[in-house]
């Protein structure tokens, strides 16, 4: 069973467009959601996270936004640009220090 | 910076060959874990520790070995490669408390004949 579902798989904007990435998660017992991000060739890079207490993170162009009753969270990048090109892993961590990652959005922001 | 380095970054190797995958971590973290990144998989599981000596089995264990000898140095050895085990490796290290980040190394990819 999946426990972290992420959506879209792949994702296209335009420079300076809005960028929205969602995730939905299964464990009630999730507590703490980071994002991660992956450029080609390296490992994935912590982004911004959320603990399960917040709504609502934000660091310059990225804003995370959780939503506890739907156990849904979501990714925003607000003016993007061709460096935000990547892949987006979204998260979830137990009480036991496990990390369920989803599958991931590879996106392209086109100049 | 905390560090995670993985060696090798490349590896090519055969069918029912024996294969060790090295990951140093130089921030002290208890936690390690080993994960493989497969084109609409994502990021899964294999194995990981709470600290030397300790491994345990993540959610694809199956045909994978770990080794923990210290806290700084956590392996992962593939006993009998098979084609199905040719992926990305990522190790990580971090999670040692409630919120705290992981640290990936670069990865090696793997490449089973």
């Known amino acids: 069973q999946q426990q972290v579902r992420q959506s879209p798989q792949s994702l296209t904007v335009w420079e300076g467009g809005t960028t929205v990435l969602t995730c939905s998660y299964e464990?009630?017992?999730?507590?703490?959601f980071p994002w991660y991000q992956q450029f080609p060739g390296e490992g994935p890079a912590l982004l911004i996270s959320i603990l399960s207490v917040s709504d609502k993170k934000e660091d310059g162009r990225f804003t995370t936004f959780f939503n506890k009753r739907e156990k849904k969270l979501s990714l925003h990048i607000i003016d993007s640009q061709p460096g935000d090109s990547a892949t987006y892993f979204c998260?979830?961590?137990?009480?036991?220090?496990?990390?369920?990652f989803g599958k991931g959005t590879s996106l392209t922001v086109i100049p | 910076e905390a560090a995670v380095t993985q060696s090798p970054r490349n590896k090519v190797a055969v069918t029912g060959g024996k294969v060790t995958l090295s990951c140093n971590q130089t921030?002290?973290?208890?936690?390690m874990y080993w994960y493989r990144q497969d084109t609409g998989h994502g990021l899964r599981l294999i194995h990981y520790s709470y600290g030397a000596g300790s491994t345990e089995k993540g959610d694809i264990p199956d045909g994978y070995k770990a080794s923990r000898p210290s806290q700084e140095n956590f392996s992962l050895i593939l006993e009998l490669a098979t084609p199905s085990q040719t992926s990305v490796y990522f190790c990580?290290?971090?999670?040692?408390?409630?919120?705290?980040?992981?640290?990936f190394g670069h990865g090696t990819k793997l490449s089973v004949l």
């Open positions: 998260a979830g961590l137990t009480g036991y220090q496990n990390f369920y």
């Open positions: 990580a290290s971090g999670g040692d408390t409630s919120n705290e980040r992981l640290f």
């Open positions: 464990d009630s017992t999730f507590n703490y």
């Open positions: 921030n002290n973290h208890n936690n």
